[in-house]
C-alpha cells in the first residue's frame, strides 16, 4: 500500500528504530527507578538518557524537564488541567484538534478563539494579542494543523507571550521533526510531542516537555521515590510520572531523534513538501478537485494537504482510494472547529500527508488515479 497518512502515524519506521525496540526488550526489560539490582539501574540511566537527547533536541534547560506521557494527548491534559484554575481564561487557535479543545472544555475555564490568517502571520499574531485579557492565563495552540497544514507563527506568539507576561504551550503534534524547536528560543513554557509523527518512533509514547511547574497532577501513585510519603513527590519528572513508563517506546524514540538528525530536520521537511507542492499543482488544474489554501510554501505551512472532490464524500473517497492501495485520511480529522473555521464542517476533507519514505512516483500514482473520474464518482 502507498501510505499518505503520515499525519496520524508515520507508517513506516526506521530499521535503526525497529531494532532498538528490539534490543530494549532484551537488555532493559527491568522497571527503571524501582529496584536496586542492576539491570533496573541499567535501565534507568538509559532512560535518563533519552532524557538528555529530548531536552537537547527540542531546547529545553534540562533533562528533569522532559516527561513521558501516555500519548501527545494526555501531555496537553496535564497541561491544561494541571495549570489553569477557576477565575483563569485561556487563548487558542481556530486550527486546533479535540486534544486541545475536548480537555479544555472539561476544565469549564473561559476561552478565546484567535483566528489564523492563511496569508499573513502578523494578522494572526494580532488577532492573539486582541484576545487578551487582564486574566488571560495561558495562550496555548497547535504548531501546524493536522488537517490544513498551515502552519502558526509559533516564535512571534512566544514574544507576544513573554511580552504580557502569558505562558505559552505548544501543541507539536505536527511540527516535532518537520521544524527545528528550540523552546527557550521561542519562549515556549509547555510543549507536548507526538513522537509516533514527525520523529517517526512508535506508537505509546507521547512527551511533555514543562519549563514551569505543574501544580496539579492528573495522576498520583507509585514513583520509586519518596515511597514512605502517601503524598506525590514535588520534583520532576518524578511527579508526573506514575506508574510504569513505556520503556522499549522510549528507547525507540531515542533512535527516531537520531534517524532525524542524521537524516536532517531540514532535508526531510523540503523532501516532504515538494511532494506536497507537486501534488497541489497537479490538482489546481484538475477541475473535479476543490482546494482550500494558498500553495503551500516553506516556512508557512506543514506538509499536509486537504482538499475534496465534486460528486463524491471526502470519507466515501478515502474508502476507494484505500480500494485502489492507497491510505489517506477523510472526513474531520478530529478538527472541528478548524473545519468550522474553513467551511468544510459538513463534508470534511481528504487529506494527504507525506513523509521522508514516499516518493515522486507515488504522488504520480495517485494522480494517475484521479484521471478516470469514473473511480470516484457515486
Known amino acids: 500500500m502507498i501510505y499518505f497518512d503520515n499525519a496520524a502515524t508515520t507508517g513506516k519506521k526506521p530499521s535503526t528504530v525497529i531494532e532498538a525496540v528490539a534490543k530494549s526488550l532484551k537488555e532493559y526489560s527491568a522497571n527503571p527507578g524501582r529496584s536496586g539490582h542492576r539491570l533496573s539501574v541499567k535501565t534507568a540511566d538509559a532512560v535518563y538518557r533519552v532524557r538528555e537527547k529530548t531536552a537537547e533536541f527540542f531546547g529545553a534547560s534540562g533533562p528533569e524537564k522532559v516527561i513521558f506521557t501516555l500519548n501527545c494527548t494526555h501531555a496537553i491534559n496535564y497541561v491544561l488541567k494541571g495549570v489553569l484554575k477557576k477565575g483563569d481564561h485561556i487563548i487558542v487557535s481556530s486550527m486546533e484538534h479535540n486534544a486541545v479543545m475536548r480537555p479544555l472544555i472539561n476544565t469549564g475555564i473561559s476561552y478565546d478563539i484567535a483566528d489564523v490568517s492563511l496569508y499573513d502571520d502578523s494578522e494572526t499574531v494580532k488577532n492573539f494579542e486582541n484576545k487578551i ?98 503524598v506525590q513527590p514535588e520534583f520532576s519528572p518524578e511527579k508526573y510520572e506514575s506508574g510504569t513508563i513505556n520503556v522499549p517506546v522510549i528507547i525507540g524514540a531515542s533512535a527516531a531523534m537520531d534517524y532525524v538528525k542524521n537524516t536532517g530536520i531540514n532535508k526531510i521537511y523540503r523532501h516532504e513538501m515538494t511532494l506536497i507542492k507537486q501534488l497541489y499543482s497537479a490538482l489546481k488544474e484538475d477541475k473535479n478537485v476543490i482546494l482550500y489554501t494558498p500553495e503551500p510554501m516553506l516556512g508557512s505551512y506543514a506538509p499536509v494537504l486537504s482538499f475534496n472532490y465534486t460528486g463524491t464524500d471526502s470519507i466515501s473517497f478515502s474508502e476507494k482510494l484505500s480500494d485502489y492501495g492507497v491510505a489517506v485520511r477523510g472526513g474531520l480529522h478530529c478538527a472541528p472547529i478548524a473545519h468550522e473555521y474553513m467551511g468544510t464542517i459538513e463534508k470534511g476533507t481528504v487529506r494527504v500527508s507525506p513523509a521522508a519514505f514516499n516518493t515522486p512516483q507515488e504522488i504520480n500514482t495517485l494522480l494517475r488515479l484521479f484521471k478516470n473520474e469514473k473511480n470516484f464518482k457515486k
Open 133 to 230: 485579557r487582564p486574566n488571560t492565563r495561558m495562550i496555548f495552540c497547535t504548531g501546524a494543523s493536522n488537517v490544513f497544514g498551515k502552519m502558526l507563527p509559533v516564535a512571534d506568539i512566544g514574544k507576544l507571550c513573554r511580552k504580557r507576561g502569558i505562558l505559552f504551550g505548544v501543541d507539536a503534534a505536527q511540527i516535532s521533526g518537520i521544524i527545528p524547536i528550540d523552546m527557550q528560543q521561542m519562549n515556549i513554557d509547555f510543549l507536548c510531542v507526538a513522537p509516533h509523527k514527525g520523529l517517526y518512533a512508535p506508537m505509546g509514547c507521547g512527551i511533555l516537555i514543562s519549563e514551569k511547574n505543574i501544580p496539579n497532577t492528573l495522576i498520583q501513585g507509585g514513583t520509586g521515590t519518596n515511597s514512605r510519603e502517601l
